[in-house]
């Protein structure tokens, strides 16, 4: 009972793995204003 | 002449016009009505209680073929010359636009009506028992529909491929209306209280807050 | 001091407090137990939210400046200030699945914020629309400002609509310990940063472009 108890708390708190959605978010992120840096660079090119 | 009087006068010009001109009103009809026969192929309607999820469907008709019907309703003015005429006349340019958002108003209206009775006929939608709670949120939520639906022809109506943008540009701000829509036709179709609806409220701010934010923009958006 | 001088500066700021940002994100905010470490994307996530929402707060106003002054520095402010929170509303909706994949395991859910955000977005991709569809237009700069006029009122109906339509919600109060809440203050100052040299940025290239488009209507 109490051995069932103690596993099913260290299931509850196992933390999971995450990390390879974090690194997609900030890719994206990252990406976005890339991007929009890049337009703005075109926009600026394009004026000259 | 009181103000009244122009918006009345400038409603039954416009009105005249478009029953004269009546290609704008049939297409828009035939194309509800289409669709209505489309949905029917789509869904199967012995199998979809439309009663319960049909009205969030009933509004999408309205919404296609009324900005059908709306998107139009400033072009042929500029074709004309008659908004140019108009704007140079002394009339108050609020009254142009109230003449012109009761125009589309009635005939949003008149869509609806046409509309209930087909789906009755082919759909089975048995609206009769609760046709009071029904006519009152329908035309609570048409009064903002038809305003913002009226300002925006407006603006696109000089916009070269402006048919295009108008259903775009106007759907995303409807999207409060449209929930608010099918919620409340469902409840009135399920004989649930409408008059006290959250949904009822909601829409009654969105028709006071945008019919008094058309008639103050409307100005601009046709300002040379 | 000059604008370029300015921008120049604001974007050093921004690339250090950004840097700052993302070092005590990566290396000392701690793990949240539940999520992991996906829920590290909250501190750009709701940080470009709430500069998003500023942003297109600052645009509906210079709108309003535009139609009442009928100067057109003002139409440019309000379309770079849409132009850049359109971008920040951009980051959230692409960061909020990624973190909903994670913890809710779908990729969308109709969440009320989210989906209020992508109301929000696509009511100014129609803006952007029809400020292309319209550019060789006389009324083009009063007609974009009457449409950011209306989209903005529409945002607290929206809100309250899609509140009471949708059923998931967020936490409501978020519990921080002090390093999470440390490292959310560092990025909220390095993400408004960010916002003000990007619309800076964008400015100046707006108006290089009307000195162009002056020149080339005053050379026949």
């Known amino acids: 009972m109490t051995a069932a108890l103690g596993l099913l708390q260290e299931v509850a708190i196992k933390t999971p793995d995450t990390t390879g959605y974090l690194r997609m978010g900030y890719a994206a992120i990252g990406a976005i204003f890339a991007a929009y840096l890049l337009f703005l660079w075109m926009r600026a090119r394009s004026e000259k | 002449m009181n103000y009244v009087r122009v918006v009345a006068l400038i409603f039954a010009k416009d009105f005249r016009e478009e029953l004269r001109r009546k290609e704008n009103v049939i297409s828009s009809l035939l194309f509800a009505f289409l669709s209505l026969v489309l949905f029917a192929f789509a869904l199967d309607p012995t199998q979809v209680d439309l009663n319960r999820t049909g009205s969030g469907l009933l509004w999408l008709i309205i919404l296609f073929a009324g900005s059908l019907f709306m998107g139009a309703s400033f072009r042929k003015e500029m074709e004309t010359g008659t908004l140019q005429a108009l704007l140079l006349s002394p009339t108050d340019r609020s009254a142009i636009f109230l003449g012109k958002f009761l125009v589309n108003l009635v005939f949003l209206l008149f869509l609806e009506g046409l509309l209930l009775v087909f789906a009755y006929l082919l759909l089975d939608v048995q609206t009769g028992p609760v046709l009071v709670p029904l006519a009152v949120a329908w035309i609570a939520v048409t009064v903002g529909y038809a305003a913002l639906g009226t300002l925006f022809s407006a603006l696109i109506a000089n916009v070269r491929g402006g048919q295009v943008i108008y259903p775009i540009l106007l759907f995303p701000v409807l999207i409060p209306l449209v929930i608010a829509a099918a919620t409340l036709t469902q409840d009135a179709l399920a004989g649930r209280p409408v008059y006290t609806s959250q949904w009822l409220r909601l829409v009654a701010l969105f028709d006071t807050l945008f019919v008094t934010a058309s008639v103050f923009l409307f100005e601009y958006a046709v300002e040379e | ?220």
């Open chain 3, 1 to 220: 001091m000059s604008l370029r001088t300015w921008v120049r500066t604001l974007w050093g700021l921004a690339a250090v407090l950004n840097g700052a940002a993302l070092a005590m994100i990566f290396f000392y905010a701690p793990v949240e137990i539940q999520m992991g470490a996906v829920q590290k994307i909250f501190y750009y996530h709701v940080p470009s939210a709430i500069a998003g929402y500023v942003l297109l707060f600052l645009a509906f106003l210079f709108s309003i400046l535009y139609l009442w002054k009928d100067d057109p520095s003002y139409d440019l402010l309000a379309y770079t200030t849409a132009e850049v929170g359109f971008v920040f509303i951009t980051v959230v909706l692409v960061t909020g699945p990624i973190w909903g994949r994670s913890a809710w395991g779908k990729w969308w859910v109709w969440e009320p914020r989210l989906t209020s955000a992508l109301i929000l977005w696509l009511m100014y991709s129609a803006y952007f629309l029809l400020r292309l569809f319209s550019r060789h237009e006389a009324r083009a700069a009063r007609i974009a400002a009457v449409v950011a006029i209306i989209a903005f009122f529409d945002v607290p109906i929206v809100h309250k609509a899609i509140e009471w339509w949708g059923s998931i919600v967020h936490p409501k109060k978020v519990v921080l310990e002090p390093p999470m809440r440390q490292t959310f203050f560092v990025a909220m100052i390095a993400v408004f940063t960010l916002a003000a040299a990007l619309t800076l940025t964008r400015f100046m290239v707006g108006k290089a472009e009307e000195r162009r488009q002056a020149q080339r209507e005053a050379t026949p």
